[in-house]
């Protein structure tokens, strides 16, 4: 039986493409191991698919000023100890890293014991940690084909991210009793990202009496972000996050607005959603989200609207259109040169880890 250790952590975007190759890994008879941090979300996670988790220390690279810049390389090196120590007794035949801090030492470990490394990035330009792991790489996929001029040549994939086959066979009649909706108006779903948004939920609620008046909305707001003045109201469901009964949403779903992080929307892609990206503004973030919604937007799959042009008037205009011409983006995604993402990698970990 060959053996496989999965590594990623810190958000659940470094996790679910991990969870997304399950499946097929157990369908090649891999023996599948996880190590993340301590008590990191991924251990919570990953534990509810009966896969052996192993706990390592993990600090965190931060590019600002902390205190904590002084003690985390401890850290880190105590991970490296930990990780090279689990890598040696499970031996594998190859370790597939999906990005986080605690990925880092799990890579050089890995590398030390001459175990292949295929690293994953989900956005445009690498991160810190993938950064810093792609000496010890074999291999790095990547999602757009804008970031293979940012990685060694010899070692660059497309892949495209994977995403979890169940979000591909939705019912809409679930979705539509689940959300009280009717079957004679579109449906626009409005995603936030995993904590929702204030500025995405205040533009789209200012429009709402608008936007009813010919769509459905189904707003996935965020913990804590919900508005009770709303509830009753007809052709509106709310919920702060969704898990189970989000295959059905997307299945009755138009159109999506979104926050515009990598595993979302290469989730769109692989759905065939149009949809407007409202990218994490670069006072917020390292400005990923902006590079990963231009490429998008210039893919021809998406429209961009910047957090700072958000009015009533251009963001109700702009929706329509989205919808109006919705055929188009459609065409432009099955268009795609990633489009079978699992496949890809499961074949590329396959021959990493014959070679091995």
């Known amino acids: 039986m ?30 599948i191991h996880y190590i993340g941090s301590y008590n990191g ?10 896969i052996p988790y192993h706990g390592i220390s993990s600090g965190k ?40 801090f605690v990925t880092v030492p799990v890579a050089y470990a890995a590398k030390r014991n001459h175990v292949p490394v295929i690293i994953h990035e989900s956005d445009m330009t690498p991160g810190l940690a993938n950064k810093l792991s ?65 500025a995405v939920n205040n533009a789209v609620r200012a429009i709402l009496p608008q936007l009813l008046e010919r769509f459905q909305v189904i707003h996935l707001c965020g913990k804590g972000k919900l508005d009770e003045s709303l509830t009753s109201l007809k052709g509106y469901a709310q919920f702060e996050y969704m898990q189970d009964a ?20 290469c989730e769109l892609l692989a759905l065939r959603k149009p949809n407007l990206l409202i990218p994490l503004p670069v006072n917020a973030s390292r400005g990923d989200q902006i590079l990963n919604a231009r490429s ?8 961009v609207l910047e957090e700072e042009e958000l ?27 990633t489009h079978n993402p699992i496949d890809t990698i499961i074949n590329l970990i396959e021959e990493t880890a014959g070679k091995n």
Do not use: W
């Open 2 to 31: 060959k053996r496989i250790i999965l590594t990623g952590g810190g958000t659940a975007g470094h996790v679910t493409p991990n969870i997304a190759l399950l499946p097929r890994l157990k369908e090649y008879d891999y023996d």
């Open 41 to 50: 979300m991924e251990k919570e996670l990953v534990e509810q698919f009966d």
């Open 61 to 100: 690279l931060r590019r600002y000023f902390s205190t904590q810049n002084f003690t985390d390389p401890f850290k880190v090196i105590k991970g490296f100890g930990e990780a090279n120590k689990i890598i040696k007794s499970l031996n594998p035949d190859v370790v597939f890293s999906k990005g986080g």
């Open 134 to 198: 792609m000496s010890a790489a074999t291999k790095i996929c990547c999602n757009f084909p804008e970031t293979l001029d940012h990685l060694p040549r010899e070692k660059a994939v497309l892949t495209g991210s994977p995403i979890r086959q169940e979000l591909l066979s939705g019912n809409k009649i679930a979705a539509l009793e689940f959300c009280n909706f009717t079957i004679d108006k579109p449906v626009i779903l409005i995603i936030g990202g995993s904590l929702g948004s204030a």
């Open 246 to 265: 989000l295959s059905d949403v997307f299945a009755l779903t138009d159109i999506v607005i979104s926050r515009a992080g990598a595993n979302a929307i």
């Open 296 to 303: 998008f937007k210039h893919q021809g799959f998406s429209i």
């Open 311 to 337: 009015s009533d008037d251009r963001l109700f205009k702009t929706i329509t259109d989205l919808y109006e011409h919705r055929a188009s983006y459609i065409a432009a995604m099955n268009q795609s040169a």
